[in-house]
């Protein structure tokens, strides 16, 4: 009974973490990532489709990413695409492939980046401790049924914690090693 609450929680949390993992993946640090173009779609025959289903996407130099549309009727609505994202580069179209050239990051906006790891850190931390009390809620309930001893729910209770605190900790581990990564020059 209470091993099934802390599985439950414990699959809660690990989908908590890859998204978590997912989301710093977007954040760009200075160097060619084909995952900074996760999430941008272009319009497909009317259909939102991403970039690396509808072109070849490579890195072919750190601070380059290439796109090489299949069709190159794309061209213009992946640089369309490009341009109306977030990702705040410029794309070059030749005719051919379209090229996004990484500009170094300045200071400003590597602190700045560093914030937005903080905000998703945390969020992150936000959904394990919902996590967290959605299993203390069905433990409690346990004992208000007297299906478990109040010793039990103690133990139960620790385990929870512990797992919490684990969770939390890779958390700080992935925001830690993605802030150094943008604040190396």
């Known amino acids: 009974m209470i091993e099934a609450v802390v599985k439950t929680m414990r699959a ?29 779609k ?32 794309l061209l213009k609505e992946i640089e369309t695409a490009l341009q109306k994202s977030d990702i705040g580069i410029t794309p070059m179209n030749d ?13 400003e906006r590597r602190k700045d980046m560093t914030k937005i790891i903080k905000r998703i850190t945390e969020e992150c931390h936000v959904a394990i401790r919902m996590a967290r009390r959605d299993a203390n809620e ?3 309930g346990f004992l208000k049924d007297k299906k478990i001893t109040e010793d039990d729910n103690k133990k139960a209770s620790d385990q929870v914690q512990k797992v919490t605190d684990e969770y939390n900790g890779k958390a700080d ?7 150094k990564d943008i604040m190396t020059i």
Request: hydrophobic share 40%.
């Open 12 to 40: 809660a949390m690990e989908k908590s973490l890859e998204n978590f993992k997912s989301e710093l993946t977007k954040i760009r640090t200075g160097r060619a990532s084909t995952a900074m173009l996760d999430g941008i």
């Open 42 to 73: 272009v319009d497909y025959y009317g259909t939102p489709t991403q970039i690396s289903q509808v072109a070849s996407v490579s890195c072919p130099e750190p601070k380059m990413i290439v796109i090489q549309p299949w069709e190159v009727t």
């Open 95 to 107: 005719g051919k492939v379209i090229r996004l050239k990484i500009p170094d990051l300045t200071e």
């Open 138 to 140: 069905s433990i409690k």
């Open 173 to 179: 581990v992935l925001g830690a090693a993605k802030e």
